[in-house]
């Protein structure tokens, strides 16, 4: 047997790498990861998740004031922003939470290799000149911006930027075009349209956020708009022009045609991310790419090269970073000769805009798709007596059980405390359960939660409060 410098070497401290490091020296093996960047934590914790939410969260506080809830509940008041107040905020939050990380790697005796790694052969990599060998090694690179060809993003310049340059503006845009109507498109355009930007989205597809449920993703599309978003749907940026502090977009219908100039005084480019693995060097390791540029892996996350294990936004599936930590604990179990499983049909998804939109499981339309029957039900958030008693009587839950068996298939919703509510139904959906399980279930009154017993009840009867 090779004598090896660490029985586990995982490249890449994200949500994937961090969880998956930790997990294995829990397990009692010697395990080393290796980062290019300055602080641990990956691109959720630095330029991702976290500093994401905590501008959502300082912003809506603005925004609270500024809209009229506060003068529904006859409160008045004028709030100034002081932006480079909540900048730091922001900062202190992803200071303190990969600090955390760095903590977390010293207890658990996980030695963290600063610089950035590439294969040299199957058990070796090269990082910062030194060759590091193991028995096992995890590849969790995660992923960064997919770039637009014509619309060059200069975070430096703060003008053209992707989401990195779009947590980190030093002033409130006059304009912001956004280029991409997904998930990140949305939450940051929020962000700046609360604290006092006009915001443009330009999304090719004919609705927000593909992948979400057909039914959630027509109703956000309306909330977005009422807020005093401008959505051009149906459309492309072909073309973008820094000249000083206006920028030149060219667009065009998504099918071609129609071509017109706006002018923004900020974009975001926000069209996807892109796994990454330039540098890595996996053609000494003997991996190859998938036609999307993914490292493919079996359901225990390993690669077709013997030792060599794959999660995180670096597989395919979805880029979220709960699915990346249960990768990187469920990998580190199967290294150590245990079981480590995920369940990729049960994997929620939430976007923290007001309201929060959230699903799992199937859609209706990929329902239709498979061939399923299925039954549905529906409860508005407008009936719920919690969201009523609060005023914020937005968005619905809907639950899709299988016609036969009655189990649930999948759950969508929009609601202000949706990223919370989905919860309790993705465990419900874990655990196999049937519609009726989730309409016998107690909640607690009076919660927003509620609605989700409802919606069950929909499904084969007929809720009380509706
Ligand atoms: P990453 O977090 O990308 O980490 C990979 C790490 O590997 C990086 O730190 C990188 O520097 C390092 N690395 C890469 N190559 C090498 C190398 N060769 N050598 C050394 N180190 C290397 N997901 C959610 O679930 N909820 C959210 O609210 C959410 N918000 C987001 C907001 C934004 C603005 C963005 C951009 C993303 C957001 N995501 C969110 C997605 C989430 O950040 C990713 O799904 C998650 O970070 C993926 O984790 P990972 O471990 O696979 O990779
Ligand atoms: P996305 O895939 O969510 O959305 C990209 C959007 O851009 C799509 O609607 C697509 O149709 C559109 N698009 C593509 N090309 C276009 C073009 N040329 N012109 C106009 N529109 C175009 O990707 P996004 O928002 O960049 O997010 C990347 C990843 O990060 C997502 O996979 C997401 O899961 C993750 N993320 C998750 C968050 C969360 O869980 N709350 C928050 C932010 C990001």
Redesign the pocket.
């Known amino acids: 047997m090779a004598n090896y410098d660490y029985d586990v070497l995982i ?7 961090y969880v998956a490091a930790i997990r294995a020296a829990q397990l009692g093996l010697k395990t080393a990861c ?4 300055a602080t641990l934590g ?3 914790l630095n ?3 976290i500093p ?2 905590a501008l959502l969260h300082g912003s809506e506080l603005f925004d609270e004031v500024q809209n009229g809830h506060f003068a529904t509940w006859g409160i008045t008041a004028t709030p100034t922003l002081d932006l480079g107040k909540m900048m730091a905020e922001k900062t202190k939050a992803v200071g303190e939470l990969t600090g955390g990380i760095e903590f977390l790697f010293k207890k658990n005796k996980v030695t963290w290799l600063k ?4 294969f040299e052969d199957a058990h070796t990599v090269n990082v910062a000149g030194e060759k590091v060998t193991a028995k096992d090694i995890v590849i ?4 960064s911006v997919t770039p637009l060809p014509g619309v060059t993003v200069d975070n430096a310049g703060k003008r053209i930027v992707d ?1 990195t340059g779009a ?1 980190d503006l030093d002033e409130v845009p006059e304009h912001l075009v956004v280029i991409g109507g997904g998930v ?1 498109g949305l ?2 355009g929020s962000v700046w349209r609360r604290l006092g930007a006009k915001v443009t989205v330009v999304e090719f597809l004919d609705q927000l956020l593909p992948g979400m449920d057909g039914e959630v993703r027509k109703e956000a599309g309306k909330i977005f708009k009422k807020q005093g978003m401008e959505l051009m749907l149906s459309h492309k940026v072909t073309g973008a022009k820094v000249d000083g502090k206006t920028v030149s977009l060219t667009v065009e219908k998504s099918a071609g045609g129609d071509e017109q100039t706006i002018t923004a005084s900020h974009v975001l480019v926000a069209i996807g ?1 892109r796994p ?1 693995t330039d ?2 060097a996996l053609d000494k390791a003997g991996l190859a790419l998938n036609a999307r540029g993914q490292i493919e892996t079996d359901d225990d996350f390993r690669t077709a090269v013997p030792g060599i294990w794959a ?4 597989v395919p599936g979805p ?4 699915k ?1 930590m249960d990768e990187g604990h469920a990998v580190a179990e199967n290294m150590a000769g245990h079981t480590g499983i995920v369940n990729r049909d049960v994997i929620p998804s ?1 976007v ?1 805009t007001a309201p929060e939109i959230a699903g799992v499981g199937i859609t209706e339309e990929q329902a239709k798709e498979r061939g399923l029957a299925v039954k549905v039900g529906k409860f508005p958030m407008s009936a719920n007596s919690r969201a009523k008693a609060n005023r914020d009587t937005t968005g619905f839950v809907k639950v899709i059980a299988d016609a036969e068996t009655d189990r649930v298939l999948g759950v969508w919703m929009i609601a202000s405390l949706a990223g919370s509510m989905i919860a309790q139904t993705v465990q419900a959906m874990e655990f196999g359960a049937t519609s009726e399980d989730i309409a016998l279930t107690s909640h607690a009154h009076p919660t927003h939660a509620e609605a989700v017993k409802e919606a069950a009840i929909a499904v084969t009867g007929k809720p009380i409060h509706m």
Do not use: F, Q, W
Not at 34 to 37: A, C, L, T
């Open positions: 490249i890449g401290a994200g949500p994937g790498g290796v980062e290019s960047r990956g691109t959720c330029v991702g998740c994401s939410k610089g950035h790694a590439a969790a690179t995660g992923s989401s947590l990140i939450e940051l991310r990454n540098g890595l999660i995180g936004d670096v880029m979220l970073a709960h990346a939430v923290y």
